[in-house]
């Protein structure tokens, strides 16, 4: 599947998937229709309700197919059809680590009933023995560093919460709204999956490419990708995003635009303003070592170039 890496493929990701000769996937995320009415470029998302499980487990089956022995599989799914989901990757012999709760604001408001603000994402692997988890690259600072200065805190600091509610669904006044695409994913999401299920130079699946936000992650994360669409509208938009993206300059004479990723991907996960970091001593020295934890690369990160990155972030 050489042909496919590192591009973004107009076409059915069943019949793509299924010309494979052998696993190429280290990671896949996928963001399927939901089958609650969206009307996307090309489909429309309200079939039969048995219609839509069969063909879950048809696409399903070709993920798991291209799946490496040690890879890992994310599936984001509405209430309707998570037990659905959960049952077809059982009987396809994948295996369930997390349950994962993704909680945002901006949620869609109801009048019959209260108002949806949660997304299943489910994380699979092929060998519960075997599997790619990077736990520096997605631990954050715990109260007990933060808050409480307990000496009982561990100094790498903790793992994230099966829920997440750090990342906010991309509206429509968001800066990295793209505008053509009715259900994009936040980048700082997809960067915390692609962090903690691959390596740099890993292949990252997206069977659902949308706006092409898996693919973007990857790619800043230094990982290949390879994109899958069915809609020619939205797999050109999404090769535009990607273009623009690569075409970027590092903004920052500190750090380049790998570590500036993660410098930006920490600081959605704390929770905590630029600005306060920057003045705060001893909160600015905690978050250099978390973000040199994260990094993993030996190099030594100076207060002052985390700050002056920190500050070109607020700006």
């Given at each position: ?62 993920c798991r197919k291209v799946l490496k022995p040690h890879g890992s599989f994310y599936i984001a799914i509405g209430d309707e059809y ?161 273009s623009r993206l690569k075409k970027q300059q590092p903004a920052n004479p500190f750090l380049n635009n790998t570590e500036i990723n ?54």
């Amino acid at each position: 599947m050489q042909k496919l890496l590192n591009k973004i493929t107009c076409g059915d990701c069943i019949k793509i998937l299924d010309k494979a000769r052998k696993p190429f996937a280290d990671l896949i995320f996928a963001d399927p229709p939901f089958n609650i009415g969206y009307k996307y470029d090309k489909y429309h998302d309200n079939v039969k309700s048995k219609n839509y499980i069969a063909w879950t487990k048809d696409w399903i089956a070709a993920c798991r197919k291209v799946l490496k022995p040690h890879g890992s599989f994310y599936i984001a799914i509405g209430d309707e059809y998570a037990a659905n989901v959960k049952i077809i990757a059982d009987e396809l012999g994948l295996f369930m680590r997390n349950w994962i709760i993704w909680h945002y604001t901006f949620g869609q408001q109801m009048k019959r009933k209260f108002a949806r603000s949660h997304t299943h994402i489910f994380y699979f692997v092929n060998d519960t023995n075997k599997f790619t988890f990077n736990d520096l690259a997605v631990r954050v600072p715990s109260d007990r560093q933060l808050i409480y200065n307990d000496k009982r805190a561990n100094p790498v600091g903790k793992m994230p919460d099966d829920v997440w509610h750090e990342y906010s669904r991309v509206c429509g006044t968001f800066k990295e709204r793209t505008g053509w695409h009715p259900c994009q994913m936040p980048e700082s999401l997809l960067k915390r999956i692609i962090s903690a299920s691959s390596n740099p130079g890993d292949c990252v699946l997206d069977p659902f490419c949308g706006s092409g936000t898996t693919a973007a992650a990857a790619y800043q994360l230094g990982r290949s990708y390879v994109g899958l669409e069915i809609s020619q509208e939205y797999v050109e938009n999404a090769r535009q995003r990607l273009s623009r993206l690569k075409k970027q300059q590092p903004a920052n004479p500190f750090l380049n635009n790998t570590e500036i990723n993660e410098l930006k991907r920490l600081l959605s996960d704390i929770k905590k303003p630029a600005k306060q970091i920057t003045e705060d001593k001893k909160l600015l020295e905690l978050f250099a070592k978390q973000f040199a934890l994260r990094m993993n690369n030996h190099k030594r990160y100076g207060i002052v170039e985390i700050a002056a990155a920190l500050e070109d972030i607020a700006d």
